[in-house]
Every structure is written in C-alpha cells, then in structure tokens.
C-alpha cells in the first residue's frame, strides 16, 4: 500500500517477560485516528477484565499522536482521558518535535503542512480557509491560542524513552553502541537505517513505531509496531506479560 512498507517476514519470537507482576500494553503510530484508538482502548479493557493473574497493567504509547488523521485534536483529549483512569506512559514521535518547533516559531507551517499539519490544525477549530485558498499561512498564535491548558500540559510531559524490565520504548529507534541515556532527542524521534539495519545487540529488545510496516514486525533485536493507522485503519497494541510478548490485536477487529 505504502511506497515505505518494506517487505519483511513477520512471525513472532520468543521474548523476555515483563517484570512480575505487571502487564504492558503498547500501542502504535495513531496519527490523529481517534476512532482506532477508541476500539484499542475497548480492546485493552476487555483484555483487563480477562486476566486471570491480576497484573498491574501499564499502558504505553508510542508517540505520532497527531497529523495526517482528522482528529488530533480528539486523539489528545482521549488520551488525557485515559491518563486519569490508567497507569500510562506517553512518549515523544517526531510528529510532536515538529508541532512543538512550530509552537516556538522555530519552524514554518510550510514545513509542517508537509507532515500533515494542517489536518492537525483544522482539528482545533483553526480557520485555514485563507490557507486552503493559497492566500497566507498559519502562525503559532493561530493555534497556540486554540490548546486546552490540557493538551499543552500532556505535550510538555511527554517522554522520550521508557525503560522497563528487559524492554526499551522509543518512538523512532536508538543509535546502536549508545547508552540510552546518552541518546539524542533526534534520533530517538527520527532515526530510521542506522537502526533498522542494526542487527546486533542492542543491550535490550527495543520495542518502536515510526516506520509503518504490513503487520507488527518482529526482529531478534526489535519489535515495530507502526502499522501506519491513519490510512490502514489499523492501529496495533501489543502486551508484554509473564508469558513474553504478543500481539493482543488491532483497530480492525
């Protein structure tokens, strides 16, 4: 479908198991898809009330909230939402690095138009019709002024790394032969070859979005979990338990 999906064999490993006693739901690139992350949420509830053992459940996501989908704006209100009845991490995608260097004035909409800003803006009640109509350009303060101290508050939290027991959560990847905390915001929310050839040990299975793949990809070093939502209609979660990693399923079912 996508002239970036790379052609990969998908079958899942073996992996380590997550620290006793908890249980870790990872979701996917969303960009913007409110509706999918609304169906991953019942998913992840259903799942929650079937377990057996009672783990303390965690939720990640992935970073990409916003852009190219139509509701930014309500994927960000959702995940709020969400954060006042779940234990939840959020982390940073470059997707947010370039709305908050917007934000700044550090970057022009030009740029961001690129990436899929304009949906974003549209979503917070911006008026682009002087831009729709080729006659003038967003600035921050169109926007700025149009965030919830809600949304701003969940940008300037997001993380840039989660560690957690034999498990490292980034949005991009990581640049091999680094310690994670020696890493850069950059590559941790950009990098793509550097890391997707790396077939070595990472010092831990690095679990990331960023580059859309068919299916939930499975590597001996990495797990990608990107099955770029926005056109697929396929956001993706995965758990990390006492039994290891697997696929809990996706949007489309």
Same mark, same amino acid.
């Given at each position: 479908?996508?002239?970036?999906f790379?052609?990969?064999?998908h079958?899942e490993?073996? #992996?380590?198991?997550?620290?006793e006693?908890?249980?870790?739901?990872?979701?996917?690139d969303i960009?913007?898809?409110?509706?999918? +992350?609304?169906?991953?949420h019942?998913?992840i509830d259903?799942?929650?009330?079937?377990q057996?053992?009672?783990?303390?459940? *965690? &939720?990640? #996501?992935?970073g %990409?909230?916003?852009d190219?989908?139509? %509701?930014?704006?309500? *994927?960000?209100?959702r995940?709020?939402?969400?954060?006042?009845?779940?234990?939840a991490v959020?982390?940073r995608?470059?997707? &947010?690095?370039?709305?908050?260097?917007f934000l700044?004035?550090l !970057? =022009?909409? &030009?740029n961001?138009?690129?990436?899929?800003?304009?949906?974003t *803006?549209l979503?917070y009640g911006?008026d682009? @019709?002087?831009?729709?109509?080729?006659?003038?350009?967003?600035?921050?303060?169109d926007l700025?002024?149009?965030l919830p101290?809600?949304?701003i @508050?969940?940008?300037?939290?997001l993380?840039?790394?989660?560690?957690?027991?034999?498990?490292?959560?980034?949005?991009?990847?990581?640049? =091999?032969?680094?310690p994670?905390?020696?890493?850069s915001? &950059? %590559?941790l !929310?950009w990098?793509r070859d /550097?890391?997707?050839?790396?077939s070595?040990?990472?010092?831990?299975?690095v *679990?990331?979005?960023?580059?859309?793949? =068919?299916?939930? /990809?499975? +590597?001996?070093?990495r797990v990608?979990?990107?099955t770029g939502? #926005?056109a !697929?209609n @396929?956001?993706?979660v995965?758990?990390i %338990?006492?039994?290891g +990693?697997s696929?809990?399923?996706?949007?489309?079912r």
């Amino acid at each position: 479908m996508f002239s970036w999906f790379k052609t990969l064999a998908h079958r899942e490993q073996t #992996y380590p198991a997550a620290p006793e006693g908890v249980a870790l739901y990872v979701v996917g690139d969303i960009h913007g898809r409110s509706d999918c +992350l609304a169906a991953v949420h019942a998913l992840i509830d259903r799942d929650i009330a079937h377990q057996v053992r009672g783990d303390r459940s *965690v &939720e990640i #996501y992935i970073g %990409d909230y916003v852009d190219r989908g139509p %509701d930014s704006s309500g *994927v960000i209100d959702r995940l709020v939402e969400r954060s006042a009845i779940a234990r939840a991490v959020f982390l940073r995608g470059n997707h &947010e690095t370039i709305m908050e260097s917007f934000l700044r004035g550090l !970057t =022009p909409f &030009e740029n961001w138009r690129t990436m899929g800003g304009l949906e974003t *803006v549209l979503s917070y009640g911006v008026d682009a @019709r002087a831009l729709l109509a080729n006659r003038g350009t967003i600035k921050p303060r169109d926007l700025a002024q149009r965030l919830p101290i809600s949304h701003i @508050r969940f940008f300037s939290a997001l993380q840039n790394f989660f560690l957690c027991g034999h498990y490292c959560f980034v949005h991009a990847g990581i640049r =091999p032969n680094i310690p994670i905390e020696s890493q850069s915001i &950059e %590559d941790l !929310t950009w990098i793509r070859d /550097d890391f997707l050839n790396f077939s070595g040990d990472l010092g831990c299975i690095v *679990v990331h979005g960023h580059t859309p793949v =068919p299916a939930v /990809d499975f +590597l001996s070093n990495r797990v990608n979990i990107d099955t770029g939502a #926005y056109a !697929t209609n @396929r956001l993706s979660v995965i758990r990390i %338990d006492a039994k290891g +990693l697997s696929v809990l399923g996706d949007s489309s079912r």
